[in-house]
Nanobody, 115 residues
Framework: GQLVELGGGLVQPGGSLRLSCQAFGFNFSNYVLSWYRQAPDKGREMVTF????????YYTQSVKGRFTISRDHDKNVVYLQMDRLETEDTALYLC?????????WGQGTQVTVSA
């Protein structure tokens, strides 16, 4: 299985970006899908996740009200809509799919928020 993230880039503070994470080689309908980020000189941080069954959603406090996670079961894609971006959101964003003994990571997509 493989995950491929797209949608990163350079955006001004207050702007928006939409990240996508496409799964190849497996069906992630029952997986917990997460977005993590890693900023320079900082540890990896979980930003948000959505569960496979029930669709429970979690957001870290700093992105609540600004970021939205969603998934398309038919397309095998999970999205991260990021609005009102702040300079502190600058990081490499990585997608993760987890299901008990299976754990897949994407290569990441860079998000830079700068004036």
């Amino acid at each position: 299985g493989q995950l491929v993230e797209l949608g990163g880039g350079l955006v001004q503070p207050g702007g928006s970006l939409r990240l996508s994470c496409q799964a190849f080689g497996f069906n992630f309908s029952n997986y917990v899908l997460s977005w993590y980020r890693q900023a320079p000189d900082k540890g990896r941080e979980m930003v948000t996740f959505i569960s496979g069954v029930g669709g429970n959603i979690y957001y870290t406090q700093s992105v609540k009200g600004r970021f939205t996670i969603s998934r398309d079961h038919d397309k095998n894609v999970v999205y991260l809509q990021m609005d009102r971006l702040e300079t502190e959101d600058t990081a490499l964003y990585l997608c993760n799919a987890y299901d008990y003994d299976k754990d897949f990571w994407g290569q990441g997509t860079q998000v830079t928020v700068s004036a």
